[in-house]
């Protein structure tokens, strides 16, 4: 059992390129979500969904992207990257959004340069 | 915004110690809370829930008080793995709103 598995794990990208954080989870969990995480601010939530197909936003969804096509794959697209998008991203998922265990990955850490 | 408010520390205790952490949440209609905990450079684990008769697991309680909407944990007989951060989350059980994350205490336990 993988759990959560976040691909890659270390990316560095110049101002203005766009990529795909990779996220996946084979528990079966209807509810994902993407946090980033930078000194003294703790988790953000950027986006997150309830199930395939729902997507909603979180606290920072500028510049980012997610679609929910299926119940394990949950991308998270950024359009054009910018220095301050250089963070530490989480995917997590859990089996619902109430009072369940939430798992994460083991992160991405990118930088923009 | 529903908040989740937390000192940050670091907190430096020496082995054998107790230590506390005390979190505030602001939005009453709160109803599941948990203590994560983060390790350097790591993804958060979930290291306990918090019920409202409160929790206790080894030599961490976790305590809940509605009326003041705080919770907190104590760590009994700091070892020096129990260094981490952290994190107080609050939930507020509607079906469809994310977890709420304070932004973390520092625990050093030293030698």
Known sequence: NAGVTQTPKFQVLKTGQSMTLQCAQDMNHEYMSWYRQDPGMGLRLIHYSVGAGITDQGEVPNGYNVSRSTTEDFPLRLLSAAPSQTSVYFCASSYSADNTEAFFGQGTRLTVV | ?111
Do not use: H
């Open chain 2, 1 to 111: 915004r529903k908040e989740v408010e937390q000192d940050p520390g670091p907190f430096n205790v020496p082995e054998g110690a107790t230590v506390a952490f005390n979190c505030t949440y602001s939005n009453s209609a709160s109803q599941s809370f948990f203590w994560y905990r983060q390790d350097c450079r790591k993804e958060p684990k979930l290291l306990m829930s918090v019920y409202s008769s409160g929790n206790e697991d080894g030599r961490f309680t976790a305590q809940l008080n509605r009326a003041s909407q705080y919770i907190s944990l104590l760590i009994r007989d700091s070892k020096l793995s129990d260094s981490a951060t952290y994190l107080c989350v609050v939930n507020d059980n509607s079906g469809n709103t994310p977890l709420v994350f304070g932004k973390g205490t520092r625990l050093s336990v030293i030698a």
